[in-house]
């Protein structure tokens, strides 16, 4: 199953509405999940199975999506939103991940 | 408090082998899913294999063959065993656990392998 990401940087400032896309090649119902990964740390699981918060993290993000488009919505950006977030499919093995979408402060 | 501590990491020559640890507490390694992620300098994630609960493992095509994945139930300790390396398997190493039903939730702080002459 492949995963694409767009776009692939999102330039922004704090405050703002992040808008990314993934979409999945083939159809994976809603078994997606999105991850938060900055410089230097372990990947940071913020959404699974498209649209449930994972434990901690802040209302502000939110999923959507099923079959191939999916999205993760950030409702402010706050400063420390900004970093490379990855969506990965659990619908088979291999888990396949995107190629991830870098969000900057503009 | 789940934790995952890899270890083992470091610089192997082409064709090397090298057992990568991920020591776990806070759970039992027996009681869920264990998982190997890598990620090249640079670049995004990559899943590599995964053992059940039960025993299953599954890898991905890249390492089929040369790795292995395996747990001590009596050190709550999950091994990826990596034989034949290749320049591209230099990452970092991720150990992940999760649930049935779950994408990886719980990251260890990883482990870089580096395959260079």
């Known amino acids: 199953i492949v995963l694409t990401q767009s776009p692939a940087t999102l330039s922004l400032s704090p405050g703002e509405r992040a808008t990314l896309s993934c979409r999945a090649s083939?159809?994976?119902?809603?078994?997606l999940a999105w991850y938060q990964q900055k410089p230097g740390q372990a990947p940071r699981l913020v959404i699974y199975?498209?649209?449930n918060r994972a434990t901690g993290i802040p209302a502000r993000f939110s999923g959507s999506g099923s079959g191939t488009d999916f999205t993760l919505t950030i409702s402010s950006l706050e400063p420390e939103d900004f970093a490379v977030y990855y969506c990965?499919?659990?619908?088979?093995?291999?888990?396949?991940f995107g190629q991830g979408t870098k969000v900057e402060i503009k | 408090e789940v934790q995952l501590v890899e270890s083992g990491g470091g610089l192997v020559q082409p064709g090397g082998s090298l057992r990568l640890s991920c020591a776990a507490s806070g759970f039992t390694v027996s009681s869920t899913y264990m998982s190997w992620v890598r990620q090249a300098p640079g670049k995004g994630l990559e899943w590599v294999s995964v053992i059940y609960s039960g025993g299953t493992t599954y890898y991905a095509d890249s390492v089929k063959g040369r790795f292995t994945i395996s747990r001590d139930i009596s050190k709550n300790t999950v091994y990826l065993q990596m034989n034949s390396l290749r320049a591209e398997d230099t990452a970092v190493y991720y150990c992940?656990?999760?649930?049935?039903?779950?994408?990886?939730?719980?990251w260890g702080q990883g482990t870089l392998i580096t395959v260079s002459s």
């Open positions: 083939p159809s994976i119902s809603t078994y």
């Open positions: 990965q499919q659990r619908y088979n093995w291999p888990r396949t």
């Open positions: 199975d498209a649209s």
């Open positions: 992940a656990s999760f649930d049935s039903g779950f994408p990886e939730t719980n």
